[in-house]
């Protein structure tokens, strides 16, 4: 598949063409998930097999990294854009405003969801947040996970975003899929940036792929061994792949 970078498959699509998937996946209360993937990902799922297979296994699978984009660009998608997960999340929560579906919100603190939720209904006062939980920082009984499944599904959400950071989203969402009748995204920090809580890099870092930069200077004692480690091995491998892509042509 040309479409795979390290092994991993990131789908060439963009932000109207996601919009409209997840859309018509939660008008039929469809069981999904969806990720939102950049280097770390990738990095993460080159390491382990495992995760590749939860990463893969996703029904749909966004660019949000530049270093992706520019990647698939040169695989054989010359207009490829970035379908960034701030944004996107933007977007998702705009069409469901509009279409009258429920979102849900899973993951954060609950003061993050709490300003999470009033800067979303501040943009759209018509959007229904059925559902918000800030689950604990630890593994959570059987129990506990049946009742929250209960829950999301009680709610009606037929959204559900998840912010638990990579790689627990991931391995969050493939574990409920078919159990919880809602399309669930992976936003990782987007809870973060629209509660306030984050700042964006600005849009030339962006532009240039140099959000991570913005980042690890902001939390460096947390983030420092995600970009120091993985960005480097990310650039020769990318390279090497390239590389043979060329002579394969």
Request: proline fraction near 5%; charged fraction near 20%; include cysteine.
């Amino acid at each position: 598949m040309k479409n795979k970078i390290l092994g991993s498959r990131v789908d060439p699509v963009s932000y109207t063409q996601v919009v409209h998937q997840v859309m018509d996946w939660a008008q039929h209360s469809e069981s999904r998930y969806v990720c939102v993937a950049n280097v770390h990902m990738l990095m993460e799922a080159y390491d382990s097999s495992e995760f590749q297979n939860i990463v893969n296994g996703a029904d749909l699978i966004t660019p949000d990294g530049m270093p992706l984009v520019w990647m698939l660009r040169r695989l054989g998608y010359p207009q490829q854009e970035r379908v960034y997960g701030p944004n996107l999340t933007l977007k998702l929560i705009e069409a469901a405003a509009v279409q009258d579906i429920n979102i849900g919100l899973y993951g954060g603190t609950a003061e993050t969801l709490v300003q999470l939720a009033a800067s979303f209904k501040k943009k759209h006062p018509g959007l229904k947040i059925a559902y918000s939980y800030s689950p604990p920082y630890r593994q959570l009984t059987a129990e506990e996970d049946e009742a929250i499944i209960h829950a999301v599904n009680a709610s009606g959400a037929r959204i559900l975003f998840v912010g638990l950071g990579c790689p627990k989203q991931e391995r969050w969402m493939t574990e409920h899929k078919e159990r919880i009748r809602a399309v669930m995204v992976g936003v990782g920090a987007a809870f973060d940036i629209h509660a306030g809580q984050k700042s964006q890099s600005p849009q030339w870092m962006q532009r240039f792929a140099l959000e991570w930069l913005f980042r690890l200077i902001s939390e460096p004692r947390r983030l420092w061994r995600r970009y120091l480690y993985h960005n480097p091995r990310f650039l020769v491998l990318a390279l090497a792949q390239l590389f043979g892509h060329r002579r394969s042509l």
